[in-house]
């Protein structure tokens, strides 16, 4: 099993940056994983995921260019570093890890396997 503790999440305002970060304990090395996104009344969108094994990184059309999302090998840590931000960017985000990492680009929900508990993003105007 797998567990996933996100954190940096914060109240930014528009144009603003975060790091948001993912800490997973257990195997993780041939894994995918994946940030998705929440906003209110709206259903849970795929942001970004990489490949744990070789650093590979697919990223959703809304956040390309704004959003990198990277790996730390040593710390077993992903990171979104979340630029740019605008007011619709305002979620909670989650980290999530799909175990296999057989399917790529990995960006449906129900192809992850764990998931973190989130955290809130708010952007204001």
């Known amino acids: 099993q797998v567990q996933l503790v996100e954190s940096g999440g914060g109240l930014v305002q528009a144009g603003g940056s975060l790091r948001l970060s993912c800490a997973a304990s257990?195997?993780?090395?041939?894994?995918?994983m994946g940030w998705f996104r929440q906003a209110p009344g709206k259903e849970r969108e795929f942001v970004a995921a990489i490949k744990w094994s070789d650093g590979r990184t697919y990223y959703a059309d809304s956040v390309k260019g704004r959003f990198t999302i990277s790996r730390d090998n040593a710390k077993n840590t992903v990171y979104l570093q979340v630029n740019s931000l605008k007011p619709e960017d305002t979620a909670v985000y989650y980290c999530?890890?799909?175990?296999?990492?057989?399917?790529?680009?990995?960006?449906?929900?129900?192809?992850?396997?764990?998931w973190g508990q989130g955290t809130q993003v708010t952007v204001s105007s």
């Open positions: 999530a890890i799909a175990i296999s990492g057989s399917s790529w680009p990995t960006r449906e929900a129900n192809e992850y396997d764990y």
């Open positions: 257990g195997r993780t090395w041939s894994s995918v």
